[in-house]
T-cell receptor
């Protein structure tokens, strides 16, 4: 059973507009959430994270929003740039569980159109 | 040094070969991880070392054998692999300090092909 879900396999956005990537989770024990960006045949690169005690975290063009009651988070990229084209993975962690790694969603392929 | 370094970047091996993947970090991180990723799939956790002790083994076949010689190094020994083991193998590390939050930093991976 998937505990972290990214229901949009791909998303196409025009350059300069806002990209919104969505993620849902089912495990109530998750309390730390991360977004990673990945190019083919490379390792994921950390983008931004949020703790469950917050509902928003912003870093430059990237903002992550967390709605705990809905078990939903989203990543906003504004303005979108061609270099943002990549696969974006949502990941979650239970900080009370010891070192047990991250649970990843299946990813969303973001394509920025010129 | 803020990198996780993996070698080799590419590896082709036969089903009877023995090879090792290496991973190194000098960020003082106390948790290290091996993940496996197939094309168009998310990374799948294989092993976790916490303070140089194996803490998680996600039912990985014994043809994969992890080793953590010290806090900076992580190896994955491979023996008698199958073609379906072909994948991108990712190493990661995490500070894993007080609070238990795991923020993983990944290496660039080893692209493994088993013939």
């Amino acid at each position: 059973d998937q505990q972290v879900k990214q229901n949009s396999p791909s998303l196409s956005v025009q350059e300069g507009r806002i990209s919104i990537l969505n993620c849902d989770y089912t495990n109530s024990m998750f309390d730390y959430f991360l977004w990673y960006k990945k190019y083919p045949a490379e390792g994921p690169t950390f983008l931004i994270s949020i703790s469950s005690i917050k509902d928003k975290n912003e870093d430059g063009r990237f903002t992550v929003f967390l709605n705990k009651s809905a078990k939903h988070l989203s990543l906003h990229i504004v303005p979108s740039q061609p270099g943002d084209s990549a696969v974006y993975f949502c990941a979650a962690n239970d900080s009370g569980g010891g070192a047990d790694g991250l649970t990843f969603g299946k990813g969303t392929h973001l394509i920025i159109q010129p | 040094d803020t990198e996780v370094t993996q070698t080799p970047k590419h590896l082709v091996m036969g089903m009877t070969n023995k090879k090792s993947l290496k991973c190194e970090q000098h960020m003082g991180h106390r948790a290290m991880y091996w993940y496996k990723q197939k094309a168009k799939k998310p990374p799948e956790l294989m092993f976790v070392y916490s303070y140089e002790k194996l803490s998680i083994n996600e039912s990985v076949p014994s043809r994969f054998s992890p080793e953590c010689p010290n806090s900076s190094l992580l190896n994955l020994h491979l023996h008698a692999l199958q073609p379906e083991d072909s994948a991108l193998y990712l190493c990661a590390s995490s500070p894993f300090e007080g609070g238990g939050i795991e923020k993983l930093f990944f290496g660039s991976g080893t692209q493994l092909s088993v013939l």
